[in-house]
Structure formats: structure tokens, C-alpha cells
T-cell receptor, first 112, second 115 residues
Framework: GDSVTQMEGPVTLSEEAFLTINCTYTATGYPSLFWYVQYPGEGLQLLLKATKADDKGSNKGFEATYRKETTSFHLEKGSVQVSDSAVYFCALSPNYGQNFVFGPGTRLSVLP | ETGVTQTPRHLVMGMTNKKSLKCEQHLGHNAMYWYKQSAKKPLELMFVYSLEERVENNSVPSRFSPECPNSSHLFLHLHTLQPEDSALYLC??????????????FGEGSWLTVV
């Protein structure tokens, strides 16, 4: 079945550092890809998404590009802030008849 | 404001109590979900409803009983829970279940502690 693999972390960075969180997927056909963010004590919030190959999703300074040739959707941000400390989930919406698939989450801590 | 509202946000219950979690979505979606999130474990899909009909029940113990009276509301009835059931319970909704190119939206979650 479809699956998502992401680095589990934790990832610890200093403020203003560059962030990359890797995500790769296995799926039949052409799934939609997502990044969700979960701040402490809250639910998952949609951060960005891409629905087809070479699409770039972006929001709040975060970006991810749908790379079909490498089956990847890596999350990047040029300069992280303390307020970005959260858990980040990579996910996919598979083809018909199947449930959403989530990665295990990557905990990010940004130090001042 | 996510469009999916869960109540209560926090619940403490004894093992012999009966309580319910409530979820309401204002997005006009036809599919609703319950997930369980425990510390250091991946998200676990518990139940899926599509157009008020249960389409998935992932081997969840019978002490958890879902109810979907209409496409906007979802309940999780809790009875004789165990301490290991303490977790964050997340409700979510999407436009249509299993239709591809869909996006799932989550509520803030209900923190459950079983004592």
C-alpha cells in the first residue's frame, strides 16, 4: 500500500538557520502531497500542499516541491524562528478508495 | 479557526465513567474521521464515516463507540476505558472519502486522561 517516510528527528536548530525536513513517498498513480504542522497542545494544521508533479506549495515562508522522479516532497524554510517549533507531518492523499497516509512526524525545536 | 470544532478540549474520566467527545465541521464536507494520537506513536485512524455511513473501523475496541447523526456532526462515546486509552483524540473531515485529490482538515483535538 501507499506509504510516507520522513526523518523522525528531533531536529534542533538555532534561530535564522536553514531548515530541511525530508519526506519520500510510495504510491500508485498521482497522489496529492501535504505538510501539516502541530504546535504544542493543538491539532494538525494544513501548512501547504501540492497536487501534481513539479508543483510547489508554499506558506508562511515554508516551501515544498512535488518531485515525482525522486518521489519526494521535502519541506524547506530559509530562516526559522522560535515560533516554528512544532511537529511536522508529511502526508499524501492517495488514489481512489484509500485513506490518507501520514508520516510519523518530525519534531523541530528552534533555539533563540 | 479550522472549520472543525471539538469539545471538550480536555476530559478526565474514571475507568467506570461514560463520556462523549463531540465534533462539528462547518466545511460542507461529506467524510469525517476519528484519529488517536498517543505519545511517541504514529497517528492511528480509528473510524471513517462517509455520508453518515461508517466505512471503516480499524479494529478499535468496543469501549469506543462512534456516532454520526448527520454529515456535520460526529461523536465518540467512551465507556469503561483503560489508562492506556489516555491520548489526544483528533476529529477531521474531508470533502469525500477515498476520492483522490482531497484535503483533510483537523480539529484542535480532545485531550483525554483516564484515571
Amino acid at each position: 500500500g501507499d506509504s510516507v517516510t520522513q526523518m523522525e528527528g528531533p531536529v534542533t536548530l538555532s534561530e535564522e538557520a536553514f531548515l530541511t525536513i525530508n519526506c519520500t513517498y510510495t504510491a500508485t498513480g498521482y497522489p496529492s502531497l501535504f505538510w501539516y504542522v502541530q504546535y504544542p497542545g493543538e491539532g494538525l494544521q494544513l501548512l501547504l500542499k501540492a497536487t501534481k508533479a513539479d508543483d510547489k506549495g508554499s506558506n508562511k515562508g515554508f516551501e515544498a516541491t512535488y518531485r515525482k522522479e525522486t518521489t519526494s516532497f521535502h519541506l524547506e524554510k530559509g530562516s526559522v524562528q522560535v515560533s516554528d517549533s512544532a511537529v511536522y507531518f508529511c502526508a499524501l492523499s492517495p488514489n481512489y478508495g484509500q485513506n490518507f497516509v501520514f508520516g510519523p512526524g518530525t519534531r523541530l525545536s528552534v533555539l533563540p | 479557526e479550522t472549520g472543525v470544532t471539538q469539545t471538550p478540549r480536555h476530559l478526565v474520566m474514571g475507568m467506570t465513567n461514560k463520556k462523549s467527545l463531540k465534533c462539528e465541521q462547518h466545511l460542507g464536507h461529506n467524510a469525517m474521521y476519528w484519529y488517536k494520537q498517543s505519545a511517541k506513536k504514529p497517528l492511528e485512524l480509528m473510524f471513517v464515516y462517509s455520508l453518515e455511513e461508517r466505512v471503516e473501523n480499524n479494529s478499535v475496541p468496543s469501549r469506543f463507540s462512534p456516532e454520526c447523526p448527520n454529515s456535520s456532526h460526529l461523536f465518540l462515546h467512551l465507556h469503561t476505558l483503560q489508562p492506556e486509552d489516555s491520548a489526544l483524540y483528533l476529529c477531521a473531515s474531508s470533502r469525500k472519502h477515498g476520492q483522490g485529490e482531497d484535503t483533510i482538515y483537523f480539529g484542535e483535538g480532545s485531550w483525554l486522561t483516564v484515571v
